[in-house]
């Protein structure tokens, strides 16, 4: 029996306890299903996340693995199993099925907002919807931070005026960043080497708090294009967006838009989203400059990174000492201590009082 099949850029989260059977889509909710503790961090896998060489379909606990892209999880008789689920390619037309993906979001019944950063993933959808003439009462959110090469605003705003697009400022700052950076690792429920994933969680909040139930976003576009199946990204802003009860809906990873674009040969350059651009009237820059980066700058983590307790840990799991020199080991060791110290609490009192949710209890 198939009991989940996670699609091949890893959008959606499948994780499994081996041992008692249980499934569901986060580390956490697995293991409520399981009525079992956390259990012993993987070291090797923990290694993976720090040194950039992730361990495919492990998590940061031994007892809880994870799907990888583009598998199925199987039961049997003799438990749980993965097997590979390939992809189907189809080739059709990029616009139509895009186009598609935005008409099934604004025919939800729900109400629909768009992430829109200034750069040419979401400028398209923006475009898009101003072609179906819901440009207006999809409000555009914008994420202002003020950070130096980490602030899109002007960009944003002048794609926003061109198009007659309903904006909204979201107004965050480094201390907000902070702030924000355990809630972030705890929906995540791994290791991250930057701070840009908790822009994701700041942005779904204030949707949230708007009362907004669905999030266009760019998102998956790369990973697509390049083929990248790391699964180091997309999961998180899915997590991320749930964390604050937003539904994610990124286009780009649609499942007729993945057959189509997986159907052409890669194109990191993102030649066809560009050619499309270009039909779309969309600015030069965006349609003939160069990608640019987005991660966020290095921040003041002194309130939540614990020098002692990093070095401890790291003796603890067999791992060399870390330096913490540099912005990527802190934010590492960072989110790797706030996402242990989480499954230790779970231990102590999260899984005693959860009721085991009756779709994942294990058969």
């Not at 409520?32 to 950039?52: F, H, M, N, V, W």
């Not at 180091?232 to 991320?240: D, E, Q, R, T």
């Not at 080991?329 to 779970?346: K, N």
């Amino acid at each position: 029996m198939i009991v989940g099949t996670r699609d091949p850029f890893g959008f959606d989260r499948l994780h499994y306890h081996p041992r008692s059977g249980a499934a569901a889509s986060g580390i956490r909710a697995v293991l409520r299903a399981s009525a079992q503790p956390a259990g012993e961090p993987d070291a090797a896998a923990i290694a993976g996340y720090l040194s950039g060489e992730r361990l495919v379909g492990r998590t940061v606990l031994r007892d809880v693995r994870a799907v990888p892209p583009g598998h199925a999880l199987i039961r049997s008789p003799q438990g749980l199993a993965v097997q590979p689920a390939p992809a189907r390619p189809q080739h059709a037309d990029l616009e139509t099925v895009l186009r598609a993906s935005l008409q099934r979001a604004l025919d939800s019944g729900k109400r629909v907002a768009l992430a829109l950063s200034g750069g040419l993933d979401s400028a398209l959808l923006l475009a898009l919807l101003r072609e179906l003439g819901a440009q207006r009462h999809v409000t555009s959110y914008i994420l202002v931070t003020d950070m130096p090469d980490y602030c899109e605003r002007d960009a944003a705003l002048e794609l926003a005026g061109r198009m007659q697009a309903n904006v909204k400022l979201v107004r965050m700052n480094e201390a907000d960043f902070v702030a924000a950076l355990p809630r972030t690792t705890h929906a995540v429920e791994e290791p991250m080497f930057n701070l840009h994933p908790v822009a994701k969680l700041l942005l779904a909040e204030a949707m949230a708090a708007d009362g907004v139930e669905v999030a266009v976003t760019g998102d998956g576009a790369d990973q697509v294009l390049r083929r990248d199946q790391s699964a180091n990204y997309l999961p998180l802003c899915h997590a991320l967006f749930d964390a604050a009860s937003v539904d994610l809906h990124p286009p780009f990873v649609d499942d007729a838009v993945v057959a189509h674009l997986t159907g052409i040969a890669p194109d990191p350059d993102k030649q066809c989203l560009r050619d499309l651009g270009a039909r779309l009237n969309l600015p030069d820059r965006l349609v003939h400059g160069p990608k640019r980066g987005r991660l966020a700058p290095a921040m003041d983590l002194a309130t939540l990174l614990d020098r002692d307790r990093a070095r401890v840990l790291a003796d603890t799991l067999g791992l060399a000492a870390p330096t913490l020199q540099t912005d990527q080991e802190r934010v590492l060791w960072t989110t790797l201590s706030l996402i242990l110290d989480h499954f230790d609490q779970f231990d102590h009192s999260d899984r005693l009082d959860a009721p085991l949710d009756a779709a994942h209890r294990p058969t």
